[in-house]
């Protein structure tokens, strides 16, 4: 893509895009250094960075603010704008540190290998980092850590030999998958923790639901799963994977030409 914005392709160093957005590449990039005159400043970039996920990890991701991680830093929150514009750029740093802590697999194993190996990096990271369900994989950051490992899942995918487009939406549902499920673990555990009704309890305090309402003739698929133990399984954190194999089993039909 060769257009304003649009991706690989354009000339280097072309004034595109808007004041704010180089100047929050040039702080994923190139932060600058301190300075070497005036006042010696109290913290450093990554010294914010790393406030700014302590208080994330502590307090919730909702509770994030300039504020918050000025005081945690010990710092006023005004001097906080002298390295950071906003929250908002402030969390697209975050998200680039997080994604810093995902390891590579081997490139000499397998496709399918590689690729299972980015998505237990990523299901790892997301335990690591449960804030980063907050985040936005359609607006992720243009950042160093996120885009090599979002270029190592493209070069793993793209060893089946399948055609570029279908490299892309494959690794986007690949992550895509370990998000969602991610979202969905992360999301229980903090309503558990919020109102300290944990998932076998919230199930056991509805389950008068079953005697009252529940209907066999209304449910019929339901009850025959049932009848057969098909909601035996227990919850697991490991049941994405489950996911995963039927989205690989897929690509490896498209891989032998089966459509």
Same mark, same amino acid.
């Given at each position: 893509m060769d257009e304003p914005g @649009? *991706? /690989? *392709? *354009? %000339? /280097?160093g072309a004034e595109w895009g808007t004041a704010e957005g180089r100047a929050m590449i040039r702080l994923l990039w190139d932060p600058p250094p301190p300075p070497t005159r005036g006042p010696r400043q109290k913290l450093t970039l990554d010294q914010v960075v790393t406030g700014a996920i302590e208080v994330a990890a502590?307090? *919730?991701?909702? %509770?994030?603010?300039m504020r918050k991680v000025a005081q945690h830093l010990g710092v006023g929150a005004m001097s906080l704008y002298t390295y950071v514009p906003g929250k908002d750029e402030l969390f697209e740093l975050m998200i680039d540190r997080a994604w810093a802590g995902r390891a590579m697999p081997d490139p000499d194993l397998p496709w399918r290998a590689q690729v299972e190996y980015h998505a237990r990096e990523a299901w790892r990271m997301y335990q690591a980092h449960p804030w980063l369900i907050r985040s936005n994989l359609w607006r992720m950051p243009l @950042?160093?850590?996120v885009l090599d490992a979002q270029e190592d899942l493209y070069r793993a995918v793209a060893l089946t030999g399948? /055609?570029?487009g279908t490299v892309s939406r494959v690794a986007g549902l690949v992550e895509s998958h370990v998000f969602g499920a991610a979202r969905s673990a992360v999301t229980d555990t903090s309503v558990s923790a919020r109102t300290g009704v944990g998932y076998d309890d919230y199930w056991e305090s509805r389950a008068g639901f079953w005697g009252t309402y529940y209907s066999p003739e209304r449910f019929p698929t339901m009850t025959?799963?049932?009848e057969q133990g098909g909601f035996d399984e227990e919850y697991s954190d490991e049941a994405w994977e489950f996911g995963l194999g039927l989205l690989l089993d897929g690509v490896e039909r498209l891989t032998d030409g089966d459509t």
């Open positions: @649009g *991706g /690989p *392709g *354009g %000339e /280097p502590t307090q *919730g991701v909702d %509770e994030l603010s @950042g160093p850590h399948l /055609p570029a025959r799963i049932w």
